[in-house]
């Protein structure tokens, strides 16, 4: 069955760096869009950054310029390299990923904490 589990997530200072990574199975990878979402408590669940299969990127622009995206096809993994992290950057953060082919296939891990507090 198709798996993405996340990991690297933690406490981390303001200003401070984290790089998630999600390692993905059960799936073609190169073939996805995978991507990153998150969800702070009592809001819903936000876009942050995708990459499609062309490493075409698209990030939010609360994060334009701070995070990075990268995948690594050979090991099925997709990365998110979080800088100058905020307090606001606090929340849950998920891997997704995607694939149209005349079926919509859309799946996620189960989370991964990130929390920015001194």
């Known amino acids: 069955q198709v798996q993405l589990v996340e990991s690297g997530g933690g406490l981390v200072q303001p200003g401070g760096s984290l790089t998630l990574s999600c390692v993905a199975s059960g799936i073609t990878f190169s073939r996805y869009t995978m991507g990153w979402y998150r969800q702070a408590p009592g809001k819903q669940r936000e876009l942050v950054a995708t990459?499609?299969?062309?490493?075409?990127?698209n990030y939010a622009d609360s994060v334009k310029g701070r995070f990075t995206i990268s995948r690594a096809n050979a090991k099925n993994t997709v990365y998110l390299q979080m800088n100058s992290l905020k307090p606001e950057d606090t929340a849950v953060y998920y891997c997704?990923?995607?694939?149209?082919?005349?079926?919509?296939?859309?799946?996620w891990g189960q989370g991964t904490q990130v929390t920015v507090s001194s």
């Open positions: 990459i499609t299969s062309g490493r075409n990127t």
């Open positions: 997704n990923a995607k694939l149209v082919t005349g079926t919509f296939y859309d799946y």
